[in-house]
């Protein structure tokens, strides 16, 4: 049969337009992901309840420390410390989880306290894996004479720095898997059948390369993430992971997930291997494939239990909506990638109607691919956006809201694209051209961004100025002739000043007996913090005392204060605390 020769025709105007606003995406992107913020998470495991409670004075001491979160965490990487108002650490407490309610976080005090002020600082992993801690501060007795604004020092930060290695690692694993889900699923479900029984191009060194180098790949950026989550979720060197696989594997949803996805990546490897070998048969090769397929599948399921979805309140339905959207958005990217590169070799000895026929079949099969891809990306992504997303604002002002942004973005594209080839293969004109190239282009940015999203929490805080000092305005609100002015800085995790000012009608300072204020984390169900100001703590009309922040997010303040009238003013102020 006679040699055609493929060559891409030039596109419409139309289609250049869409390609340079693929660049323009893509560079803005990645200018976005750079410089655009600093890249942080902020897990979402939360303290619901504690004893003792924030800025609890206790009569005597306790004899135990618990503290309970929304959530279960895993069995790995807490732990509680004691500090007294000296600075100096309570020896022999020893954090363990609550063997019949992995909610609570416990520790033994070995002896009673001394009356002082005592900051209780904890660590833990939620259940979606993100490492979290915060601080209580609690006084016993008098305080030795102290107030909990003497309360040793703190630095918390709950935003830890993501690892762009551990980032790098996962998208080397997500492009690997979706070139061996195009390997695969290009001769098994794209070629019309017809076609099926001519598929030497599949003992052609560039296939064979093809998909085993996405199966090697995959097994090794598995082995190489092991210790570099690990490092990264227990925050200590990679030099001294080795003493805590067995704590991983053991005690975290991670290593139990990555054992199985190592397992699955390991078996889809030999099936590939063996797939290859010379003189296999077209059925048994088949079978193969298939097979492949079927434990790829469910490597990808294992995944989902690793994530966002695992801690949501539905999990079931959570996991199921993750692992179908994570499994189309890689046989779309795997499967546009093998058309690109072995469609042209496919119908390279056909010509005429024949080659056309062929090549707007496969085009046409890969077409409703595509489309029922983007069905489900599009309904697993709303979903997931409804119950990650604490508030619609934090689509637009969190680390992980814009990164989901502009994948749903990229994905509008790699869809306008899918329109238009699909629109090609309807009228079955000349052949696809350079397009495909930026739509693969724009597949794997998609799974850069898949990548990153799986180490950042929803529940971030909103975005600051990358750890620059600010200078923090205080919010004033008017009540009843009165105005009230509230003032925090640094406005972060940790210890923070509360001033508070109050002036009547003609701005003249108004003396209080006391000002209390409840706060109340508004993404998170937390328990609240009581802050306590009196008449002691003022000066020149300026009332203020020290408070524990315990966790980055938006927190409302609730402020009753009671003048020296003994009149009573109620307001309500909104407390922004940023990463840091």
Request: hydrophobic residues 50%; proline residues 4%; neutral net charge.
């Amino acid at each position: 049969m006679a040699r055609s020769t493929y060559t891409a025709i030039s596109q419409p105007s139309g289609a250049g337009r869409l390609r340079s606003v693929v660049k323009l995406l893509l560079v803005g992107i990645l200018l976005l992901l750079t410089v655009g913020f600093p890249q942080q998470v902020l897990a979402h495991a939360s303290v619901t309840e504690s004893s003792p409670a924030q800025n609890e004075v206790l009569q005597q001491s306790p004899k135990q420390i618990m503290i309970r979160f929304n959530e279960d965490i895993q069995r790995a990487y807490y732990g509680i410390t004691l500090h007294r108002s000296s600075s100096e650490e309570v020896s022999g407490i020893k954090a363990y989880i609550d063997p019949k309610d992995g909610t609570r976080l416990l520790a033994d005090l070995p002896s009673a306290l001394p009356e002082d002020i005592y900051t209780v600082s904890w660590k833990a992993i939620s259940g979606d894996g993100h490492p979290v801690e915060g601080a209580i501060i609690f006084q016993v007795g008098n305080g030795a004479g102290k107030s909990l604004k003497d309360a040793s020092s703190v630095t918390l930060d709950d935003s830890r720095p993501l690892s762009p290695l551990l980032i790098t690692m996962r998208w080397v694993q997500y492009a690997a898997q979706a070139i061996v889900l195009g390997a695969l699923c290009l001769p098994l479900f794209l070629l019309p059948l017809a076609a099926r029984s001519e598929m030497g191009w599949l003992r052609e060194r560039r296939y064979t390369w093809f998909a085993l180098s996405g199966a090697v790949l995959t097994v090794l950026a598995l082995a190489a993430q092991l210790p570099l989550r690990i490092a990264w979720t227990a925050d200590i060197p990679l030099s001294t992971v080795g003493g805590e696989l067995g704590n991983t594997f053991s005690g975290t949803v991670f290593g139990k997930v990555w054992l199985l996805q190592m397992i699955a990546a390991v078996i889809v490897l030999l099936i590939v291997l063996v797939r290859q070998l010379p003189g296999m048969k077209p059925g048994v090769q088949r079978v193969l494939g298939l097979s492949a397929l079927i434990v790829l599948a469910l490597g990808l399921l294992a995944k989902a239990f690793d994530g966002h979805a695992y801690a949501a309140e539905i999990a079931g339905v959570a996991i199921a909506a993750d692992y179908l959207h994570l499994l189309s958005a890689l046989l779309w990217s795997g499967a546009l990638l093998a058309l690109a590169l072995f469609l042209p070799r496919i119908v390279r000895d056909h010509a005429g109607d024949e080659r056309r026929k062929l090549y707007w079949g496969v085009v046409r099969r890969f077409s409703w691919l595509a489309m029922g891809s983007v069905a489900a990306l599009l309904v697993t992504g709303i979903y997931g956006s409804l119950i990650y997303l604490p508030t619609i604002n934090a689509l637009f002002n969190t680390g992980y809201g814009l990164t989901l942004l502009s994948k749903m973005l990229l994905f509008l594209v790699m869809a306008g694209f899918g329109g238009m080839n699909y629109a090609k293969a309807r009228s079955q004109k000349g052949e696809i051209g350079k397009d495909m190239i930026w739509e693969v282009l724009t597949g794997f940015v998609v799974l850069v961004l898949a990548a990153l999203l799986v180490h950042l929490s929803p529940y971030a805080a909103p975005l600051g100025n990358g750890g620059a000092p600010r200078e923090v305005q205080a919010q004033v609100q008017q009540v009843n002739g009165y105005e009230i002015s509230l003032r925090v800085p640094p406005s972060r995790m940790g210890m923070n000043t509360f001033e508070v000012m109050v002036t009547d009608s003609q701005g003249k300072h108004v003396d209080v007996e006391q000002i209390t204020m409840q706060l109340h984390h508004l993404d998170m169900a937390m328990a609240p913090t009581d802050i306590t100001i009196t008449s002691k703590d003022g000066k020149d009309g300026m009332y203020e005392t020290q408070g524990m922040i315990s966790m980055n997010g938006n927190w409302q303040v609730d402020m009753t204060v009671l003048t020296s009238k003994l009149e009573s003013l109620q307001a309500k102020f909104v407390l922004k605390v940023p990463g840091s």
